[in-house]
């Protein structure tokens, strides 16, 4: 059984970092990326990684800010994100597909998502 989990979410201050983490158990991916959701709005790319690792992309929303890393011992893919504004509040997914991509539908599993709220 395929598996994602994300952790790390949070109720923060603007300015402040978090790193979220998602374990995938069952299987690795070609591929993985981070997703967020914000209440009324569409599903938002924000970073994706080969499996090597050597080969990122990122949102220009996100760019300089986050950071996407993984740790295929442990099948483990993070997103460090700093000086974190209000407008980042939102539900975070992890994703995992053969290819990099911004689309969600390029993706085949999906975390359940994890909370990060961003007072201001």
């Known amino acids: 059984q395929v598996q994602l989990v994300e952790s790390g979410g949070g109720l923060v201050q603007a300015g402040d970092s978090l790193r979220l983490s998602c374990s995938a158990s069952?299987?690795?991916?070609?591929?993985m990326g981070w997703f967020r959701q914000a209440p009324g709005k569409g599903r938002e790319f924000l970073a994706s990684?080969?499996?090597?690792?050597?080969?990122?992309y990122y949102a220009d929303s996100v760019k300089g800010r986050f950071t996407i890393s993984r740790t295929n011992a442990k099948n483990t893919v993070y997103l460090q994100m700093n000086t974190l504004k209000s407008e980042d509040t939102a539900v975070y997914y992890c994703?995992?597909?053969?290819?990099?991509?911004?689309?969600?539908?390029?993706?085949?599993?999906w975390g359940q998502g994890t909370q990060v709220t961003v007072s201001s």
């Open positions: 994703a995992g597909g053969s290819l990099t991509s911004s689309r969600p539908e390029q993706y085949n599993y």
């Open positions: 069952g299987r690795t991916f070609g591929a």
């Open positions: 990684i080969t499996k090597s690792g050597n080969t990122r």
